[in-house]
């Protein structure tokens, strides 16, 4: 799978709120509207641009195994950042009152429209702020031309991001034509974190299945925060897959957890079939655990294979998985005992339903103008 490439420029976001607000002399302020941050930073031991090339030796490589996992959540962790290279420009200028205003965007050359809102209702919430930015020559489109929208409170902070990278830069691959993400962030505590973020995206174009049948279509990932140890859980979906037990459309399910000092992390990996619907995590990782599907496949090929011959070869994924910060490092059993906080954090989580993950669609809100 590619992964996520529509890092875009925000010169722009600096550029249009710096002139918008010159004219009045605005000047940063101390207290700020506009929160430090609306992600969770994820261990570089979970998270992971770099592909894995093909082994040639006999047993599969614990990295080989776990690097589309690695990926997959890099993938989720990269949407995050583009929302806070936003939200870390914008923090720079004042955004105290409601405006409206028009920009050339520097990355497509399009003009881009912007709308401030104060106390704006979305989804049963009314919001502290909301800012609209659509690209003005679409707005006629089905979709309003919108870009990108985020809704954030000022006291104990909470925010949503809803971005389609498309409208914001017309120069994005063509596979994110019709492709949103939308990060919901919470410092309330809701589920025992003192940072907690869930990541969608949606709508990512499919290339042929015989050119890239892992391709990633929809992902839902939640990470959460408490004190020194990050946990990460959740699916993505992958239609064109063919794995094992499943002939068509795979769920990559996975439940993680690593340290923020020591960038040590532990995961479980299972590959449902993506019309399952039901949310078990003894269903999930168990059933269609990463050994039971690749002995599966194994089996397909080699039906005389004995089990003490599978569980040699596929000694690599039995569950959990250890990593460091350079990647995989032992399976099944911990290296040493500083991953013994990871292994009884993993055992409370669960994906998320793979037929609600397949099945994933993200939206706006209509459009809003100043009142």
Request: with cysteine; proline share 4%.
């Amino acid at each position: 799978m590619k992964k996520l490439s529509f890092i875009l420029s925000f010169v722009f976001v600096a550029s249009l709120f710096f002139t918008s607000c010159e004219g009045d002399n605005a000047k940063p302020e101390e207290q700020n509207i506009v929160p430090e941050t609306l992600t969770v930073d994820i261990p570089s031991s979970l998270s992971s641009a770099s592909t894995v090339k093909s082994t040639t030796g006999d047993i599969p490589e614990g990295n080989e195994l776990y690097e589309h996992m690695r990926t997959f959540i890099h993938a989720g962790d990269e949407a995050a950042q583009i929302v806070e290279a936003i939200i870390t420009t914008i923090r720079t200028y004042n955004l105290s009152a409601e405006m409206s205003f028009s920009y050339d965007s520097d990355d497509d050359g399009r003009s881009k429209n912007v709308v401030i809102t104060a106390n704006s209702e979305f989804e049963g919430t009314t919001w502290d702020w909301q800012m609209n930015i659509t690209d003005a020559d679409s707005e006629g489109n089905d979709d309003g031309g919108m870009a990108m929208q985020i809704f954030w409170n000022t006291g104990t902070v909470k925010g949503i991001s809803i971005i389609k990278p498309y409208n914001l830069d017309r120069n994005t691959e063509q596979m994110f034509t019709h492709a949103m993400f939308r990060i919901d962030y919470s410092e309330a505590g809701e589920n025992g974190y003192e940072q907690e973020m869930t990541v969608y995206i949606s709508d990512i174009s499919l290339p042929e299945a015989s050119v890239e049948p892992y391709a990633m279509q929809t992902m839902k990932m939640t990470v959460g925060k408490k004190g020194n140890v990050v946990e990460v859980y959740g699916n993505t979906n992958h239609p064109n897959a063919s794995i094992g037990m499943n002939t068509r459309g795979v769920n990559w399910a996975f439940v993680a957890a690593g340290t923020v000092d020591t960038d040590l992390g532990v995961a479980e990996v299972g590959l449902p079939p993506s019309d399952l619907g039901e949310r078990n995590r003894e269903t999930i990782l168990g059933t269609y655990s990463l050994y039971n599907v690749l002995e599966a496949e194994v089996l397909k090929w080699y039906p005389d294979a004995t089990p003490n011959l599978l569980a040699i070869y596929l000694q690599n994924a039995t569950a959990p998985a250890y990593f460091n910060a350079n990647g995989f490092v032992a399976a099944g059993t911990a290296p040493n005992f500083d991953y013994g906080d990871l292994d009884q954090a993993i055992e409370q989580l669960v994906p998320y339903m793979p037929l609600e993950v397949s099945n994933l669609k993200l939206e706006f809100k209509a459009n809003v103008t100043v009142k």
